[in-house]
């Protein structure tokens, strides 16, 4: 296995006990990323020198960031992020030669952890949608199979990864935007809990925002991300049994490809094959495609009225937020009320389960040059 294949755990391993330098970890992943960027597309915005002088430093400089939990490893965030040594565009013309003048409170965290950043993961304009392609970058294609999509929105980060040019990174998700491009290019996509990962902006913690979350060669190397993205979660005791699964692979009536339902059940037959508990159940979901239809819409009308007739903004982000500004009083509050039960039926359904298991994505990764299937 080659140096930028190996789990961010195991690189860091190495980093720790001296047995590899910064350098040569960043000096692997460039190479990779040398080799894989003409073709997938998924670091567009990227300083390779100015990420080589970091890696020095810390080389030179045991004392710079001594300790931190990720010190050396390479990564590059989402242009979703504000990043005070990158520009950041969102995916849109609107900030095709914006540059913050500070960083996200998130990438700032990732700073002070050790990562070295090398620069700005591909989206969809805006974040929004499940196929990374925009009007600055273009697409990102699939490492696995250029011709069909990397997923999204955190595309250019799974792909990334998959290709061996990143460590670690970060992406976000309201509906799937960590776990569908994860999904598509066989890495890890975590979504915490809402409110666990502390470094964000929010406009109301009542209504749902994307959540920034980890992403990963492995488990492991997701776990270890999210012990600093999310500091205050501790690691939860193991059951003093075999794990119990509800799974439904359809969440009981969603279309799904026969290829993703066959994945599905080949996953169930590994779970029972250990030992676990597997049933086929689903909690009362009804009216969840309402809620989330309706506050997904006002959080982009928060994020983005400040130009909602411009034509340069995508169609769909324009509707999104005139739908969200049209949105009344009592939708919104039946909106609110409708998550607030879900979050009760979620509880009540854990206390007889410890994992819910269904398909990540309806469809297996499509052509690139479809928007959306």
Request: charged share 20%; glycine share 8%.
């Amino acid at each position: 296995v080659e140096l930028a294949d190996l789990p961010a755990v195991e690189q860091l391993d190495l980093l720790n006990t001296r047995q590899l330098s910064c350098r040569e970890l960043l000096a692997a992943c460039r190479e990779r990323a040398e080799t894989t960027e003409p073709v997938v597309n998924a670091i567009p915005i990227s300083d390779w020198d100015a990420a080589a002088v970091v890696a020095q430093r810390l080389d030179d400089d045991p004392s710079v960031l001594s300790g931190a939990p990720l010190r050396g490893l390479v990564t590059a965030h989402k242009d979703l992020l504000e990043t005070a040594d990158f520009p950041t565009t969102y995916g849109s013309p609107v900030f095709a030669d914006f540059t913050p003048r500070e960083d996200h409170p998130l990438v700032a965290a990732l700073r002070q952890a050790g990562l070295v950043a090398v620069g700005k993961t591909n989206t969809p304009e805006f974040g929004a949608g499940s196929h990374t392609y925009n009007p600055l970058y273009g697409p990102t294609r699939n490492p696995w199979d250029p011709s069909r999509s990397a997923g999204g929105s955190s595309g250019g980060a799974a792909a990334a990864l998959a290709c061996g040019a990143l460590s670690v990174a970060d992406g976000s998700d309201l509906g799937g935007s960590l776990r569908n491009p994860a999904s598509f290019c066989g890495v890890v996509g975590f979504r915490p809990t809402a409110g666990t990962v502390p470094y964000q902006v929010e406009h109301d913690d009542r209504i749902r925002m994307p959540t920034c979350g980890p992403m990963g060669r492995t488990v492991d190397d997701v776990t270890l991300l999210h012990s600093v993205m999310a500091p205050a979660i501790t690691e939860a005791p193991l059951a003093p049994r075999a794990p119990r699964v509800a799974v439904s692979a359809d969440l009981g009536d969603l279309p799904l490809d026969p290829a993703v339902r066959s994945v599905v059940e080949q996953a169930v037959v590994k779970l029972e094959a250990v030992g676990w508990a597997v049933e086929v159940d689903l909690p009362d979901l009804d009216q969840a495609d309402l809620c989330f239809e309706d506050l997904r819409a006002l959080g982009f009308a928060f994020r983005f009225d400040f130009r909602p007739a411009d034509p340069r903004v995508k169609s769909v982000v324009r509707a999104e937020v005139a739908a969200g500004r049209s949105l009344g009083e009592a939708r919104i509050l039946e909106a609110v009320a409708i998550e607030a039960r879900l979050q009760t039926v979620w509880d009540d359904f854990f206390a007889d389960y410890d994992v819910f298991a269904c398909a990540t994505s309806q469809v297996p990764p499509f052509p690139l040059g479809q928007p959306w299937v």
